[in-house]
């Protein structure tokens, strides 16, 4: 049954950010994606540059990096501009093509997170036959999944979201699967459920798995017998670790919440963090946690390689 006062909607109002009494709101974001761009630039330089980072390792977290610049790439307009008009509005069209670009490079790096992780169980739990498993055409395979996964299930999220809207239509800061099915003029309890086991696919499945490993890998590293061996095998999977744990807490929090335990500002708040926060913890993590990323840096500036971990 279609809700009172719908009507054709040819465009949404971004609520934007006013519901912050921050100062210098626009300053603060426009420096936090700055550094979340550069950040993830400097990274993917530093692979393509430095032959000894042409590894399965890293050749996933170049194709993190590119993933996450292109995730912040298409959200940035329209969020920096709702920071500066209190009344920024976007066409049907526009919030179509950003929900695609955002949910396709956002179950991009899921799936990327996964496979990283893959790559430590490989590495500590099956060391002499890395070479055979996580071979050139398995990185292929395993990149082209990912992005494969996040085309396919973005079809299935954008269907959801075709639906009739009522004269209501203000949005957050960025379109994006839920405030849209809240804005709806029909009962959306099909669409809800279709966009929960999505959620369930992208975050439970691959969370499960990632907690199996590190069991595994956790295990693994225990029985070597060297205090220094366990330190440099832990290591290994350290960086990946502190992302898996930021980046699929956020996403739970967002995606896998019930309808009924959602606050406005809480919401745009955790969700700004996800969006923001997320993809510059990327290059910063793995910039000042991964060694032989932090050596490259320094070759590329002319500072002699740092020789503690």
């Known amino acids: 049954m279609p809700k009172p006062n719908s009507m054709a909607v040819a465009e949404f109002l971004f609520e934007g950010f006013s519901t ?8 603060i974001f426009l420096i936090l994606y700055m550094l979340t761009l550069s950040g993830n630039a400097i990274i993917i330089i530093i692979i393509h540059l430095d032959h000894h980072l042409h590894t399965p390792m890293y050749i996933f977290l170049n194709m993190l990096s590119i993933s996450e610049t292109c995730y ?33 490079f956002g179950i991009n790096n899921c799936f990327l997170l996964t496979t990283m992780e893959y790559d430590c169980y490989v590495a500590i739990c099956k060391p002499l036959r890395y070479s055979v498993i996580m071979n050139k055409k398995a990185c292929v395979q395993f990149v082209s999944g990912s992005l494969g996964i996040g085309l396919g299930m973005v079809i ?52 499960s798995l990632v907690f199996v490993s590190y069991v595994l890998i956790i295990s693994t590293i225990l029985k070597i017998a060297s205090a220094e061996g366990q330190k440099k095998a832990f290591s290994t999977c350290a960086s990946h670790l502190t992302m898996v744990i930021i980046h699929y807490g956020y996403a739970s929090i967002i995606y896998l919440k019930p309808k009924s335990q959602s606050l406005l500002g809480q919401g745009i708040l955790i969700s700004v963090t996800y969006t923001v926060v997320t993809p510059l913890l990327n290059p910063v993590v793995y910039i000042l946690r991964n060694k032989e990323v932090r050596d490259a840096l320094c070759e590329g500036v002319g500072r002699k390689p740092l020789s503690h971990s």
């Open 72 to 104: 912040t790439v298409a959200i940035i307009l329209h969020m920096l501009s709702g920071l500066i008009s209190s009344h920024q509005t976007i066409a049907i069209q526009g919030c179509a093509s950003q929900l695609y670009f955002y949910v396709t």
């Open 20 to 27: 912050f009494v921050w100062q210098h709101k626009l300053v």
């Open 156 to 207: 299935v999220q954008a269907t959801s979201v075709l639906l009739p809207f009522c004269d209501g239509f203000v949005i957050s800061h960025f379109c994006d699967v839920r405030p849209l099915l809240n804005m709806a003029c029909v009962d959306t309890m099909v669409n809800e459920i279709i966009n929960f086991v999505v959620s369930v696919c992208v975050l439970v499945l691959p969370m």
